[in-house]
């Protein structure tokens, strides 16, 4: 028992110690650190954080001072410290929300997330977090959204401002083009569950000059997949199709592959989710029928597939006794009222349809397809691309007048596989992307405030397009262009635009 408080005196002596040695720090030491945050050796910078951060709170008016100073990696030294120190020195949080618009990415960086351990006595810095949240800066938008999160959650959930939206779009899509040589670009947004806008931009041939109008028909490229996996679910729903049974029970195909057991495992649910072992094309003409590889067992992996779904649409085929375009218009496409929707060329459509262009802005030649492929033959406009996923959104998904029910609609929308061979699109905003994923037919990019659902596309022809749409907010976004560059405008109106 005399050994115990022995022990128990020698503890509180220690801290005793420990405390007055703190406390003994004077101004001059703490100044002297922070002389070394103006040396070029990182090491000796982080050695000065180091010990400054053991002093703690008596340091930060001093450090308040450096976050100041003109030398920006004192700024930066200065952040870092202040993230490790708060949540003590309450003080610093006007100074540290003033940071938030440093010139400097890293100060922004190390500020926002000191912000956020203070928890709700950073309240006032939440208007200046949110605009971070479209920072130029990826991890500075991580570093929002994180500190939103620890301040309160629901922050991040706030709408954006359309009318600021449609702005950046009519400013910036004018710019890009010229910028990327695209011709012609045509969108539509969809809010509250339905299209608030749409407008077109540029000429749909460079050679003619006809200007893009709302009828202007674009290649819609690999976003034709999501299209057809709904007329897939829409089958599974009527019992003709089980999305788990072997494909080879309805048509059998020998692929090449070393176990010739691997052609009788591939289902539908595989090939929708990209994990059914095919490569993306097979060498050669997939028309031509040329020998078609299975590059792993089915179903262990993501591997990215046009040919599954050109063999999924076979399949469906034979089960239904039509064609693709023939089932898809009499069950999807005149049920929505698309006009200007189909898998095939048709001469009806031919002044409708925009001509694709190569790099330089100069017509390639046009291609007309007159035999569908589940994979990349749509043809379409924004405004009825956007009609299908809002037959996606509908709130009343159980209504017997609606394409897919609710539970079907969940079931396509549910994480199938990970995705970790592909990034997650770049968004600033309240979806800031954590994880990708494939649904059925869909890629999905799991977020701070929930899952995006989205997919882009791209045709030799010179077309190139993206759609994406958020479930919880019934919003999304359609882009088509005419350009090869197009994936490059694209990608930066999202990153600028990110969520609706």
């Known amino acids: 028992m005399i050994r115990y408080y022995f022990l128990l005196l020698l503890v509180v002596i220690t801290q005793n110690l420990f405390s007055q040695q703190l406390n003994n720090f004077n101004k001059e030491d703490i100044l002297s650190l922070i002389t070394k945050f103006s040396d070029k050796d990182p090491w000796v910078n982080g050695d000065a954080i180091a010990k400054l951060v053991e002093i703690g709170e008596p340091a930060v008016d001093y450090l308040i001072k450096s976050l100041q100073d003109q030398n920006e990696n004192v700024r930066w030294c200065s952040a870092i410290a202040f993230e490790k120190i708060s949540p003590a020195g309450k003080q610093s949080i006007p100074y540290l929300t003033k940071a938030l618009k440093d010139k400097n990415s890293n100060v922004r960086y190390c500020s926002a997330l000191a912000l956020g351990k203070f928890g709700k006595d950073a309240i006032a810095a939440v208007s200046d977090l949110q605009n971070m949240l479209y920072d ?22 706030v709408i954006p401002d359309l009318n600021k939206k449609i702005e950046k779009i009519e400013k910036l899509t004018p710019e890009l083009m010229n910028e990327f040589n695209v011709p012609g670009v045509s969108i539509s947004l969809i809010t509250e569950n339905k299209i608030t806008y749409s407008k077109s931009f540029g000429v749909s041939d460079a050679n003619t000059k006809s200007t893009v109008n709302e009828n202007t028909m674009f290649e819609a490229c690999s976003m034709s997949k999501p299209v057809f996996a709904l007329i897939v679910m829409h089958l599974v729903e009527k019992n003709i199709i089980d999305l788990d049974k072997p494909l080879f029970n309805y048509l059998p195909e020998n692929f090449v592959s070393d176990d010739g057991e691997y052609s009788k495992l591939i289902t539908a649910r595989m090939i929708l989710s990209h994990t059914s072992g095919m490569p993306n094309w097979r060498k050669g003409d997939e028309e031509r029928n040329a020998p078609l590889p299975l590059l792993f067992k089915p179903g262990t992996k993501f591997n990215y597939s046009g040919e599954g779904f050109y063999y999924l649409q076979r399949v469906i085929e034979k089960i239904t006794n039509q064609s693709l375009e023939s089932y898809a218009k009499q069950n ?132 190139r397009c993206y759609s994406q749409f958020s479930p919880k907010d019934k919003s999304g976004i359609v882009i088509m262009t005419n350009g090869e560059n197009g994936s490059e405008l694209w990608q930066r109106l999202i990153k600028e635009i990110g969520d609706l």
């Open 136 to 157: 130029n800066d990826h991890d500075v938008r991580w570093a929002a959204n994180i500190s939103l999160s620890k301040i309160d959650h629901s922050l991040l959930n």
């Open 332 to 463: 999807l496409f005149d049920k929505l009222g698309l006009i200007s929707t189909s898998f095939v060329w048709e001469e009806k459509f031919d002044k409708q349809i925009a001509t694709g262009h190569n790099a330089k802005g100069e017509c390639n030649e046009r291609k007309k397809y007159l035999h569908s492929n589940a994979a990349y033959t749509l043809y379409t406009t924004p405004n009825e691309y956007s009609k299908i996923i809002l037959e996606i959104l509908k709130t009343n998904n159980n209504s017997s007048n609606n394409f897919l029910s609710e539970e079907t609609v969940r079931e396509m929308l549910t994480h199938q596989v990970r995705v970790d061979t592909r990034e997650v699109t770049d968004r600033p905003g309240r979806n800031y992307g954590l994880f990708a994923f494939r649904g059925l037919g869909w890629a999905i990019d799991s977020t701070v405030t929930g899952d995006v659902i989205y997919h882009s596309g791209a045709n030799q022809t010179g077309f």
